[in-house]
């Protein structure tokens, strides 16, 4: 379910030191993580040196990534974390007049932005538990969408994702405020059996899905309903069926996914660089990059 074969096998030769496999990794995400950044930085120069320090996050953090993850996630995970990390210096410089600014120096978690690891770890509680509340999530997930449950996901998602009051999603819905209730009553006891089923606890805020602001995280961080690209790029030329194509319609603009956006973005090709210009940013990113791809020998 997390990093999909082809990934696997590029990051399996990058460990080895394959410097092609690199390139390729860098091919496949360059534009989705531009994309991304673009939709927060009002300069193209800024958000490429962005993603060339996101890809040198990669490569740094390599020996501690964990394969079961999906590389994507996990790219935008660092990606995420240097912007964060970004507007953090803007703020602290404006608050520094320009003379007192040092700019060698380093935030005090500097090391820390490196990997997702912040995110991750902080936790109390519930990091052990993480990566499987993540995979029971996604599991459930993924059977709303092969049973053709669109509604269940959607109540759910404006629940977590957004926050709304039962009273408000019934509203936008066109639903009954009993029926909300009894899709939230029914899928928490899916969540819960299939917690116990994995030998995990999550205290699910009893009937508040809405207040449960880890849950609400772990969902947006970790993408738990983000489509796969070629669910997108169908999506994009109407093939999906309607249910489909309505849930994707949803997941985008009413849920506002800014990583299923920026990958539609992508797709369309609404980067306004030229082939040349995506060029010399992939060769930036690999010439800054190379030199941390380990030469093992074969
Ligand atoms: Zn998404």
Redesign the pocket.
């Given at each position: 379910m997390a990093t999909d074969e082809g990934d696997a096998y590029l990051i399996d030769a990058v460990q080895r030191g394959d410097q092609d496999a690199w390139n390729d990794i860098i091919a496949r995400y360059e534009g989705r993580l531009v994309s991304f950044a673009r939709r927060r930085l009002a300069e193209r120069a800024e958000a490429e040196d962005i993603v060339q320090e996101t890809f040198l996050g990669l490569v740094r953090s390599l020996p501690n990534y964990d394969r079961r993850r999906s590389l994507e996630t996990y790219l935008f995970a660092i990606l995420r974390n240097k912007l964060i990390d970004h507007f953090r210096k803007l703020r602290q410089g404006e608050r520094q007049s320009l003379d007192q600014l040092d700019l060698n120096e380093a935030p005090s978690d500097w090391l820390d932005v490196e990997t997702p690891s912040r995110y991750l770890a902080d936790r109390e509680g519930i990091e052990a538990q993480r990566g499987v509340l993540v995979d029971v999530l996604r599991e459930w997930v993924a059977k709303c969408q092969r049973e053709h449950r669109f509604q269940d996901l959607i109540v759910v998602e404006m629940l977590v994702v957004l926050g709304l009051r039962n009273k408000e999603v019934a509203s936008d819905l066109g639903l009954g405020e009993t029926a909300v209730a009894g899709i939230k009553f029914r899928v928490l006891e899916q969540w819960r059996r299939a917690a116990e089923a994995a030998r995990i606890k999550h205290d699910w805020q009893e009937g508040d899905l809405a207040q449960d602001s880890t849950l609400a995280r772990i969902w947006q961080e970790e993408?738990i309903?983000?489509?796969k690209r070629s669910t997108l790029g169908r999506y994009l030329l109407g093939a999906l069926e309607d249910d489909w194509q309505q849930y994707v319609e949803f997941?985008?603009s009413l849920?506002a996914?800014e990583?299923?956006s920026a990958n539609l973005d992508d797709l369309r090709g609404e980067d306004e660089r030229d082939d040349a210009g995506r060029a010399s940013l992939r060769e930036r990113v690999f010439a800054s990059s190379i030199g941390f791809l380990s030469h093992r020998p074969e």
């Open positions: 993408g309903s983000c489509l997941h985008v849920l996914c990583r299923c």
